[in-house]
């Protein structure tokens, strides 16, 4: 794929969606934090589900912390691998709180020491919540890039690498959201809406999806 197909491709997801953000709901980097590390393996919708609850009750470094593991348990029941999740944000909470002076780091190297933090996390976090034009790569993410050409790689962090270099500057803040967005509902995994994509005409995926019968 070329400079000048992909500046389109970016064009038109940007015209579709001019001020694209996480489906998360927060309010400090702190829940964001949180929310991230409680969405690994688990929908956006049923984590906002969790923190409508958890974040009135306990929303900072503080609260959490106090609140503890055991605390945290009743909260996070309904989502995956809730058991870890609330080791980890309990633990995170009380670095932040023992480290950080209760703020969440801006630094890379201290975001992904705190646990529950992957390299995906703290690209979020650094992205969302403190502005920085990092591009977080998730399973939408990878799919998007691989199946369209935007971007390919063999691992997340090939095509991690390989966006940062290929999407101009004035996309880069924006890009991981757009493409998270376009693979959560339209170029979805089992069955991608080909027909009713904005980008159909400029994606190299060779087997697209064909138009029903009798739509339009």
């Given at each position: ?35 991230v590390i409680l969405s690994a393996q688990s929908t956006d919708r049923g984590v906002n589900r969790v923190t409508r609850q958890l974040f009135p ?151 697209k999806t064909p138009t029903e019968p009798g739509s339009r």
């Amino acid at each position: 794929m070329n400079r000048d197909k992909r500046r389109l491709i970016f064009d038109r997801l940007r015209a579709a969606h001019p001020r694209p953000t996480t489906e998360l709901e927060y309010s400090t980097p702190f829940q964001l934090l949180v929310a991230v590390i409680l969405s690994a393996q688990s929908t956006d919708r049923g984590v906002n589900r969790v923190t409508r609850q958890l974040f009135p009750a306990a929303g900072t470094p503080e609260a959490i912390a106090t609140l503890g593991e055991q605390g945290l348990v009743p909260y996070l029941k309904t989502i995956g691998l809730w058991a870890n999740k609330a080791r980890n944000v309990a633990a995170t909470a009380r670095i932040i709180m023992e480290q950080h002076g209760g703020e969440v780091p801006r630094e890379r190297e201290a975001l992904e020491a705190l646990p529950g933090v992957g390299r995906k996390t703290a690209n979020v976090v650094l992205n969302t919540a403190f502005g920085e034009p990092t591009i977080a790569v998730d399973t939408h993410i990878f799919r998007v890039c691989n199946r369209t050409g935007i971007a390919p790689g063999r691992t997340v962090r090939a095509v991690e690498d390989r966006l940062l270099r290929v999407v101009e500057p004035e996309f880069r803040q924006d890009a991981h959201h757009w493409l998270i967005l376009h693979g959560r509902y339209v170029c979805k995994a089992r069955k991608p809406d080909c027909p009713g994509c904005l980008i159909a005409d400029l994606c190299e995926f060779r087997r697209k999806t064909p138009t029903e019968p009798g739509s339009r």
